[in-house]
């Protein structure tokens, strides 16, 4: 790298400042990776429930590792691993119980990729026969196995790129780039000779590589472009040590990766789209990093480092050559760009290179060159705080959101089971099962959300069977649903709360909601609900500030947060009389006009706050309370105004419409229900109540 001049040392320390400005610090980047790695545990654990622990699960790229920003919206990359298939590179590792294959690499396979050899299931020999059409025998007999196997069949929200499917991003969700693999539990020979290969003082050090070395290995299914064996052969993915590798980053290092991918968007993928990846641009930093001292990445040569690495990068498409930097034998640039597409993007980079910084200030993504031109005009104070704070909000309304997902899965799947002593065993089984998985850090802390949800569920369920057989509750469903009162901040109180109304112990029911709603600060509390994709709104500012000053989110959740209160048809007796109506909201007319993301339907769902309004107002009316009957039902419209991040408004309004009647106010009513229709205009339970109104109102007027 070039000497540090007064110049470049001015602009990088200003750079720096911006990119704290946006969220790029040490803070946020370790914030952003340990919320996702919570992700990626909540993930896996929802996978091996409904799998029987057939999948695992990793986030990686930019959210994973935390290279990222607002502007630069990164697709979250899944990668799901086959736990039942195993790839073996030597006999003795064959296993019984699971589909082996033996690595192959040999001469005929592109660097960096490999074919699979399929062997039998009861001893460790060659397959002999070929069952189905992603078996394929080659000229010397080996039966080996296509990688179209793992290509997942793409629908009309999702568009393949190699491996990967990618599912666009929709209102208030990121996109996800979803690659199946399979694991190699022992790293490949290709990649072993990077391990030991080892010079003083180079990065990434010895202990680093052994680190690596202890990461599952993949094969992803996709084969080297342009190799006649396209279709049978299998890419080696380091993904996992690639993770580590990002994690052992410094800040600077990791600003100008992030800088790299600004340009990206900003100068090229607009002209050459598909040319140059971001993968490309972290492969050429850690070669970069490699190739310098590590005192040279600091807040002070920034822009020098940027343009080391931009300069990597032109002399690697000058000669078609980025070497992949685990397995450097693939070459990334292999036959990827056309004459005209290599001459465009060399001419980009030459501009950016020469312009020593300037061009930066020409990037939009996050208003970075904006930003910049206001610390030399010092229009605007610096407050990293604000867009850090935002962040925050987000990822932790992520998270929650996760779990509420998660859980809807589930719930979807167990509403199907008409029978109750199933469904029963069942929610136990996955209780149990989550429970046991239980142990210290992201794990215990995944667990423990799902269990409380599990055994909300689970203690209603036994219930709603006592309630319809005895109009009391028994102790095992109170002790289930005592471990979930702290889940948030509402809906688990609101669970028991419901259960205490509907058995006509209003008294103890007043007390729940009234602790509720001291709980409930409605300046800070975030509505969480994952039942369907919808817009959401930003976060409360006081929420994103919590967000932003916790080092333990998990624990905040419980506090900041407020789920959808949920009741599958066995919990019919655990709630009002007046939600049940939404279990059955849809007519034979509305039923082909839901998806098969509208599962959620068959239940009765309610955002907390709205519901609390309704018991109170429900369980003031039994104790003659007037004025509170009436303060709920009036927090009860205000709140369906005012809260922008709602799921369920339709159902909020069915309810208030309800109340309405309640209180003779039939023409109150009435609208509620038709606001209702303007929300949701099928599948709603408005249009019953509009039926049923009108039926009322003409049969009085007929009188």
């Not at 690495?309 to 000058?318: A, D, E, G, Q, S």
């Not at 009436?630 to 369906?640: D, E, F, T, V, Y």
């Not at 809260?643 to 509620?672: R, V």
Request: hydrophobic letters at 40%; one cysteine or more; charged letters at 20%.
């Amino acid at each position: 790298m070039s000497e540090n001049s007064d110049y470049s040392r001015n602009v990088s320390l200003r750079l720096s400042k911006v990119l704290d400005e946006i969220g790029v610090n040490e803070r946020m980047v370790i914030k952003r990776r340990r919320l996702e790695l919570m992700n990626e545990t909540l993930e896996t654990i929802g996978q091996q429930l409904l799998t029987h622990g057939g999948v695992n699960v990793y986030h990686l790229g930019s959210r994973g590792e935390g290279t990222t920003t607002l502007g630069l919206n990164s697709d979250i990359d899944v990668l799901l691993t086959l736990t039942r298939l195993k790839v073996i590179q030597d006999w003795s590792e064959w296993e019984p119980d699971k589909q082996n294959m033996l690595m192959i690499q040999d001469d005929t396979v592109s660097p960096g990729y490999c074919l699979l050899q399929i062997l039998r299931g009861d001893a460790p020999l060659p397959e002999d026969n070929v069952y189905n059409q992603y078996w394929y025998r080659d000229r010397i007999g080996r039966v080996l196995l296509k990688n179209t196997l793992l290509h997942i069949s793409t629908s009309s929200e999702s568009v393949r790129h190699g491996p990967a499917i990618t599912m666009e991003e929709i209102p208030g969700y990121c996109g996800h780039d979803i690659v199946i693999a399979i694991p190699c539990h022992q790293w490949p020979l290709k990649a072993r000779q990077w391990i030991n290969q080892q010079l003083e003082g180079q990065w990434p050090t010895s202990d680093m590589k052994q680190y690596c070395k202890r990461t599952e290995c993949f094969v992803v299914g996709v084969g080297g472009k342009g190799s006649v064996n396209e279709d049978i052969e299998w890419r080696i993915s380091t993904s996992l040590a690639e993770r580590f590798l990002m994690f052992s980053l410094n800040i600077t290092q990791i600003r100008c990766f992030i800088l790299m991918k600004m340009i990206l968007k900003t100068f090229i993928t607009t002209q050459c789209p598909d040319s140059i990846s971001s993968f490309m641009c972290k492969t050429v930093l850690l070669h970069s990093i490699k190739s310098t001292v590590n005192n040279a990445w600091n807040e002070n040569t920034l822009l020098i480092c940027l343009n080391y690495c931009l300069t990597i990068l032109y002399n690697c498409i000058v000669n078609d050559y980025c070497p992949h930097f685990i397995i450097p034998e693939n070459n990334l640039m292999a036959r990827r760009f056309t004459v005209v597409t290599k001459q465009i993007i060399l001419e980009r980079l030459s501009y950016i290179i020469s312009s020593n910084g300037s061009a930066l200030l020409e990037i939009e993504c996050d208003q970075l060159g904006s930003r910049i031109q206001n610390t030399f005009l010092r229009l605007v104070d610096f407050v990293p705080e604000h867009l850090s704070c935002v962040i925050s909000g987000n990822l932790v309304n992520i998270i929650a959101r996760r779990v509420n997902d998660l859980i809807m899965v589930l719930l979807n799947k167990l509403n199907k089971t008409n029978n109750i002593r199933l469904l029963l065993q069942t929610l136990y089984k996955y209780l149990m099962k989550v429970t046991h998985d239980m142990n210290q850090g992201q794990n215990r802390i995944a667990c423990s959300a799902i269990a409380k949800f599990l055994s909300m569920h689970l203690g209603s369920a036994l219930a709603s069977i006592n309630i319809q057989s005895e109009r009391s509750v028994c102790r095992e469903s109170t002790v289930l649903l005592s471990f979930c009162l702290n889940i948030d901040v509402a809906s688990g109180k609101l669970k028991l709360a419901s259960i205490f109304y509907c058995t006509g112990e209003i008294e103890t029911t007043e007390q729940i909601l009234k602790n509720i709603e001291e709980s409930y600060d409605l300046i800070v509390v975030e509505p969480i609900c994952k039942c369907y994709a919808f817009q959401h709104f930003e976060c409360k500012r006081a929420f994103n500030k919590l967000c932003y000053e916790a080092d333990d989110e998990y624990t905040l959740l419980q506090s900041i947060t407020a789920s959808c209160v949920r009741f599958l048809r066995c919990e019919i007796n655990c709630c009002p009389k007046e939600l049940q109506h939404e279990m059955f909201r849809s007519s034979q007319q509305d039923l082909p006009y839901r998806s098969e993301n509208d599962e959620w339907m068959n239940l009765a769902v309610i955002d907390s706050l709205p519901y609390l309004y309704f018991l109170q107002y429900k369980t003031y009316s039994h104790l003659r309370r007037n004025r509170d009957k009436q303060a709920a039902i009036s927090n009860l419209a205000k709140c369906i105004v005012e809260e922008p991040n709602f799921g369920h408004k339709e159902t909020a309004l069915n309810l208030l419409g309800q109340c309405m009647e309640q209180e003779n106010k039939t023409d109150a009513a009435l609208q509620c229900y038709l606001f209702s229709l303007k929300i949701r205009g099928r599948n709603n339970a408005a249009k019953f109540h509009i039926c049923r109104l009108v039926s009322s109102m003409f049969g009085q007027g007929m009188h």
